[in-house]
């Protein structure tokens, strides 16, 4: 079965003001339709075709950059979607709430780790939040499309919360004001889905 893009929740423009409409229809209609096609490309006729993007990954071979880089980029923004609600924005609450107490002293403390995580990224990459088995939540970044669940990634575990800092993510709309733009995300994160997602995976 080859991977498909995912349709997102809600329209183009419901992540508005925050995320434009056009960055929206670019970044998901070409950008991670690229990543998909290109993954697919790599994979078939491969002892990977057939296996779950997760599989891929645990288990990559970070020499294929082929994979690497469209597996990233297919698995990378189909959590940052999700992970994204026109209804977002706010604090966490429940377990990924105590969690992140736990971890960072608090909300704010996190924000501010999340943050810094996602501007101080060299060039194009991601900021995550990750989960450890047993409950324990990380903050880390990886360049271009890497992610913490390929093997011998700056951070591991689980991520259940990341945010785009590639250009393309933002520049129509915050051209070159990246800390903006991270700020503009707290506005639509989906703590429900975050909440889901750590249940599911610590």
């Known amino acids: 079965m080859a991977f498909e893009l995912p ?9 508005e003001p925050h995320i434009d409409a056009k960055t929206m229809e670019i970044h998901h209609g070409k950008h991670h339709a690229g990543y998909t096609n290109k993954l697919n490309a790599a994979v078939e006729g491969t002892d990977l ?3 779950s993007i997760e599989d891929i990954l645990q288990n990559l071979d970070l020499s294929n950059s082929a994979v690497r880089n469209n597996g990233g980029g297919f698995y990378n923004h189909r959590l940052f979607w999700q992970v994204m609600s026109p209804k977002g924005g706010g604090n966490p609450k429940d377990n990924v709430a105590k969690a992140i107490d736990d971890a960072f002293g608090s909300f704010d403390q996190f924000k501010d780790a999340f943050s810094k995580a996602a501007a101080t990224q060299f060039g194009s990459g991601w900021a995550w939040l990750c989960v450890h088995e047993g409950g324990k939540v990380e903050v880390c970044s990886t360049p271009n499309q890497d992610n913490p669940v390929m093997p011998n990634v700056s951070c591991g575990g689980t991520p259940i919360l990341g945010l785009d800092v590639w250009e393309h993510a933002y520049y129509l709309n915050y051209q070159n004001r990246r800390p903006d733009y991270i700020e503009a995300f707290f506005n639509v994160i989906n703590w429900d889905k975050v909440e889901e997602l750590y249940n599911a995976n610590k």
């Open 7 to 15: 349709k997102l929740d809600y329209a183009h423009d419901a992540l």
């Open 49 to 51: 075709e057939g296996k």
